[in-house]
């Protein structure tokens, strides 16, 4: 992709600069990163959900800050997840979808310069990477191959790196292992990445979960049955988009769908609290910067659609919950908009390193300590590639600002949808094309161009 070269003297300058750094380790943060797969953002109790209990979610939001509009550039799992490692667009880490998931070695990932700076770093989990991760180096790994499973899941563990089943649920097992690393003796500051399968599709609960939500009745989104009743205003790129409940056999249902997706999510929850409970027990807890979220959000009933791909807000807003007392204060929300983008230069910034220039995201640093910085961000670039492929979502590109959202769908057939999103935050009303809006889309998609031109694209002309 664009500007690899570019990319890689900067990396190697860095690296320089971090390998004489002065500062002491025992005066830099110890992290812990959690990503759940496909939690949007109100599947948590501190988010209003008041079917869902996530107690130990709703902890990182009460005793830290939680970010009321963070978002992905490409609701996709692989290049989602490349992004939040490398804090560069999809167009420029290279993994645009889930067909090529290897982020080039060249490329660094948060990881490599936070272990060249003298971290201890650790690998837990779903990576969704094409090499899982093994072709970077970890002081501690144990991690599987592409979306694993949830029952009896074949894992490898350092420094062998050979699969082999193990017994029992996927994510339990795999916090197990996180909390083992975390009880060991450390001279060095550590940086532990927690990467939860659930709430993937199929959903598969934990055994001890199999009756939660049994008496419990899920209500549909108020958008749930236009699709079937038919809206004018959406593209057919829309419409015949592969994703409709009822259409699958393992989708059967809202009620289903919803229940199981939800319970999968009790137990991330509980594993978030083992997590917890060690570092609280090893005297780490305040000393460790905590982050949650996810890879993208998740239709769950929204115009009768599930899984993710679109740039609707259902499928782009995920949570961000952020725990470090030295410099959040507890209790607090952000509404500015965040991105995945900024991830790797916040860890970055809070580990006293300095934040490469080819990095495209923001720290959010000034953010966690309260501030509110003039020049935060106001519109954002979105983009999705993977067409021809599941769930058949054709490829686009879109600008969401504080108020408007403009989607493109580029390829034949051209389409848009345009959406006032403070007076029309469930996005019925597709505004594109109606009088009075030509001047709006024509600022649209000029700035559109900008963000493309700014985020280095390609195939910008």
């Not at 996709?76 to 067909?99: E, F, M, Q, W």
């Not at 979306?147 to 996927?170: M, T």
């Not at 782009?316 to 991105?339: D, F, N, S």
């Amino acid at each position: 992709m664009a500007s690899r070269s570019s990319i890689l003297l900067l990396a190697a300058l860095f690296l320089f600069i971090m390998t004489s750094e002065t500062s002491q380790a025992n005066e830099r943060p110890n992290f812990v990163i959690f990503l759940t797969d496909d939690q949007r953002a109100d599947a948590m109790s501190c988010a209003g959900n008041t079917i869902l209990q996530t107690p130990n979610m709703d902890r990182l939001a009460r005793e830290g800050m939680r970010f009321l509009n963070m978002f992905v550039i490409n609701s996709l799992c692989a290049p989602s997840r490349a992004t939040l490692l490398t804090g560069l667009y999809s167009h420029v880490h290279g993994v645009i979808d889930n067909k090529k998931r290897n982020i080039p070695a060249e490329i660094p990932i948060v990881s490599d310069y936070l272990r060249q700076a003298g971290y201890e770093v650790a690998f837990c989990g779903k990576s969704h990477m094409a090499e899982a991760l093994r072709d970077r180096t970890w002081d501690y790994y144990f991690g599987y191959r592409g979306q694993g499973d949830y029952l009896n899941p074949r894992i490898a563990e350092s420094p062998k790196l050979k699969d082999i089943e193990y017994s029992g649920y996927v994510d339990d097992i795999v916090t197990d292992r996180a909390v083992n690393w975390l009880q060991g003796k450390r001279q060095k500051p550590f940086c532990l990445f927690l990467w939860f399968k659930a709430p993937h599709r199929p959903w598969t609960r934990a055994p001890r979960h199999g009756h939660l939500f049994r008496d419990i009745t899920i209500p549909k989104p108020p958008t749930y049955d236009l699709r079937t009743l038919g809206s004018p205003g959406k593209p057919k790129a829309f419409h015949l988009a592969d994703n409709k409940i009822g259409s699958f056999p393992d989708v059967k249902s809202l009620d289903q769908l919803v229940k199981d997706y939800y319970a999968t999510l009790v137990a991330v929850d509980e594993n978030v609290g083992k997590v917890l409970d060690v570092l609280q027990e090893t005297g780490q807890l305040n000393k460790t910067a905590i982050f949650l979220t996810s890879d993208n959000g998740f239709f769950l009933g929204e115009w009768q659609a599930f899984d993710k791909r679109f740039m609707h807000e259902p499928s782009i807003r995920v949570p961000l919950l952020v725990r470090y007392p030295p410099l959040v204060r507890e209790g607090t929300t952000c509404a500015k908009m965040v991105l995945n983008l900024d991830i790797a230069p916040t860890i970055m910034e809070l580990a006293g390193l300095p934040v490469p220039a080819h990095m495209q995201g923001r720290s959010l640093v000034p953010l966690l300590r309260g501030l509110q910085p003039e020049n935060w961000r106001t519109d954002w670039l979105y983009e999705y590639y993977e067409y021809p492929g599941p769930h058949k979502v054709r490829k686009h590109r879109g600008i969401r600002t504080e108020r408007y959202k403009l989607i493109h769908y580029y390829e034949d057939p051209e389409e848009f949808e345009l959406y006032d999103l403070q007076n029309d935050p469930e996005e019925r009303n597709n505004l594109y094309a109606q009088p009075g809006t030509e001047n709006l889309v024509i600022s649209l998609r000029r700035r559109m161009e900008e963000l493309r031109r700014e985020t280095r694209d390609p195939e910008i002309k």
